[in-house]
Structures are given as structure tokens and as C-alpha cells.
T-cell receptor, first 113, second 113 residues
Framework: EPEVTQTPSHQVTQMGQEVILRCVPI?????FYWYRQILGQKVEFLVS????????KSEIFDDQFSVERPDGSNFTLKIRSTKLEDSAMYFC???????????FGPGTRLTVT | KQEVTQIPAALSVPEGENLVLNCSFT??????LQWFRQDPGKGLTSLLL?????REQTSGRLNASLDKSSGRSTLYIAASQPGDSATYLC????????????FGKGTKLSVIP
């Protein structure tokens, strides 16, 4: 069964460093998303992406964040200068169409020290 | 700000019991609603999607209902098993053309053998 994959599973970085989180969405899906979950808190929406552009973003998704689909299979989230409060589990998701069932990857645990 | 509330926050039941998990939301313009399970330290697994035109959806031992007028959704689990132990999350798309899922904090279910 097709699934969303994410790499790495765990990333440790120092404050101020840039990180890139990678995702491979399900191949025939057209909509891509990033969410994050701080330990013990709700899953929070960051950004949605369709047709090579951002379709929606939350207040969390400020200028330090960017997304890219560099080729036909990968979808990346870049955090330009990490802060301690960026420590969280980051989930990638994809859906076949807009506002339909979203399928989530296993997540990347980001630890900023 | 739209809120999703899941009550109870935690639930412990003996194996074999039928149970109901509740999700309430304040957004009157809710579109589709999706139920997930999350195992500790893992990603989200989609269980059911209820489309805005539907009132319920079934998959195996799971049945989810949606009542937009009262702002409630329920997830019914029949004949619970220890393998059902996980956190169950509900999330919805707002009807205002949004592509983001808004999540509740979840109900942590423990099924005791």
C-alpha cells in the first residue's frame, strides 16, 4: 500500500542552524502539507502546497520557514535559523485532491539544542 | 479561533467492551471530518473520513458519525482489543475553502486484556 515517507526520522541541530526535512508523498497525490506537534500538544497545521505554490499557511509559518518541491517526488520543509521552540515532531501529509483524506508520514523528530 | 474538543482525555476499558469517543467543534461551517489514531512516538494513521454530505462512515469495527448542526462527531469502536490502544484524534476541514485540518488534542485509549 502506498505511503508517505519522511527522512530523517530524528534530527538534532544547534540553535541558529538551517535544517531541511524531507518527504516523499504518495505518488498520485496532488496536495502536500506540513504539520508539527510539540510534545504533549495538538497537531498544528503549518502549510499546504498545490501546483508548485503555497495554497495556505498558518501564523506559525513565518519567514524562517520555506517549502519546495525540487523534483517530481520530494517535498521539503526548510527552517532557516532554528530556535529552541522549533523542537517538535514534524509531519508531512498528502492528499489526492483538496480537502479529501490526508495520509501522514511517520514524522521527523527535530531537536534544537 | 475555532476549537476542537475531545472528551474524555483518557479512557481505560476492559477488552471486548464497546466504546464511544467524542469530538465537538465550534466551527458551524465544518466541511469534511477525519479520524486518526496515533501510536506513541509515531505518525498518524487515517481511520475514517466523513464527507460533508454524509452522516456516518464505517470501516470494520469502527463507525464514525457527524452531526454538523450540534457540532459533534463520535467514533464508535466495537469489541475493543488491546491492539486498539492508542490516541485517537479528530480533525476537520473548515468549509471556508480552507485546506488545513484543525485537530483536537485526542483521547488516549487503553484497552486492558
Amino acid at each position: 500500500e502506498p505511503e508517505v515517507t519522511q527522512t530523517p526520522s530524528h534530527q538534532v541541530t544547534q540553535m541558529g542552524q538551517e535544517v531541511i526535512l524531507r518527504c516523499v508523498p504518495i505518488s498520485n497525490h496532488l496536495y502536500f502539507y506540513w504539520y508539527r506537534q510539540i510534545l504533549g500538544q495538538k497537531v498544528e497545521f503549518l502549510v499546504s502546497f498545490y501546483n508548485n505554490e503555497i495554497s495556505e499557511k498558518s501564523e506559525i509559518f513565518d519567514d524562517q520557514f520555506s517549502v519546495e518541491r525540487p523534483d517530481g517526488s520530494n517535498f521539503t520543509l526548510k527552517i532557516r535559523s532554528t530556535k529552541l521552540e522549533d523542537s517538535a515532531m514534524y509531519f508531512c501529509a498528502s492528499s489526492e485532491e483538496g480537502r479529501t483524506e490526508q495520509y501522514f508520514g511517520p514524522g521527523t523528530r527535530l531537536t534544537v539544542t | 479561533k475555532q476549537e476542537v474538543t475531545q472528551i474524555p482525555a483518557a479512557l481505560s476499558v476492559p477488552e471486548g467492551e464497546n466504546l464511544v469517543l467524542n469530538c465537538s467543534f465550534t466551527d458551524s461551517a465544518i466541511y469534511n471530518l477525519q479520524w486518526f489514531r496515533q501510536d506513541p512516538g509515531k505518525g498518524l494513521t487515517s481511520l475514517l473520513l466523513i464527507q460533508s454530505s454524509q452522516r456516518e462512515q464505517t470501516s470494520g469495527r469502527l463507525n464514525a458519525s457527524l452531526d454538523k448542526s450540534s457540532g459533534r462527531s463520535t467514533l464508535y469502536i466495537a469489541a475493543s482489543q488491546p491492539g486498539d490502544s492508542a490516541t485517537y484524534l479528530c480533525a476537520y476541514y473548515s468549509g471556508a475553502g480552507s485546506y488545513q485540518l484543525t485537530f483536537g488534542k485526542g483521547t488516549k485509549l487503553s484497552v486492558i486484556p
